[in-house]
T-cell receptor, first 112, second 111 residues
Framework: EDQVTQSPEALRLQEGESSSLNCSYT??????LFWYRQDPGKGPEFLFT???AGEEKEKERLKATLTKKESFLHITAPKPEDSATYLC?????????????FGTGTRLTIIP | DTGVSQDPRHKITKRGQNVTFRCDPI?????LYWYRQTLGQGPEFLTY????????KSRLLSDRFSAERPKGSFSTLEIQRTEQGDSAMYLC?????????FGQGTRLTVV
């Protein structure tokens, strides 16, 4: 069964202080790894999809990277509006298995 | 707004009552998913439709839960004889490619 572990559970940073969030995964094969942002009381907002080891995607202050066992979400010079829970999910390539398996998320707080 | 729409946003019900939630996906998306999320946890998969066919159901989905997607458009999720443990955020998502886009969810509170 697919498994996703995210660390740390919570992270507090000063504005401008760069850091990385970790997502470790175990799957029988990887169709895709997904990063989402979720604000309190809202649905997850899609950020990135990564398909193969070595791939990188960037969006504003965020950069996602992928290896064969984990993914990192790097946050450069964050701002208070980057405060949210960041969720990682995997999808395996088995026929008929379309579900995403999520981790429990990293709750990020950026202090002005 | 052409995103995924869910209705209602909030529902408070008494234990033992039935509730029904509606999801309107992004119009060109043929895949539709239901997830459940409790506080401090990531979303957990419940069920998946491709067009009108329900192709996958989680073991979490007890016989009190039923989902439909008539004509491959909107979907409904019904919970019969609600229990306090059903209190959660129910999320709907739709996709055309691998990326799934989520609605704002329906927050269910069973009292």
């Amino acid at each position: 069964e697919d498994q996703v572990t995210q660390s740390p559970e919570a992270l507090r940073l000063q504005e401008g202080e760069s850091s990385s969030l970790n997502c470790s995964y175990t799957v029988s094969g990887l169709r895709g790894l997904f990063w989402y942002r979720q604000d309190p009381g809202k649905g997850p907002e899609f950020l990135f999809t990564l398909y193969s080891a070595g791939e990188e995607k960037e969006k504003e202050r965020l950069k996602a990277t992928l290896t064969k066992k984990e993914s990192f979400l790097h946050i450069t010079a964050p701002k208070p509006e980057d405060s949210a829970t960041y969720l990682c999910a995997v999808q395996s390539p088995n026929f008929g298995n379309e579900k995403l398996t999520f981790g429990t998320g990293t709750r990020l707080t950026i202090i002005p | 707004d052409t995103g995924v729409s869910q209705d209602p946003r909030h529902k408070i019900t008494k234990r033992g009552q039935n509730v029904t939630f509606r999801c309107d996906p992004i119009s060109e998306h043929n895949r539709l998913y239901w997830y459940r999320q409790t506080l401090g946890q990531g979303p957990e998969f419940l069920t998946y439709f491709q067009n009108e066919a329900q192709l996958e159901k989680s073991r979490l989905l007890s016989d009190r839960f039923s989902a439909e997607r008539p004509k491959g458009s909107f979907s409904t999720l019904e919970i019969q004889r609600t229990e306090q443990g059903d209190s959660a955020m129910y999320l709907c998502a739709s996709s055309l490619n691998p990326e799934a886009f989520f609605g704002q969810g329906t927050r269910l509170t069973v009292v």
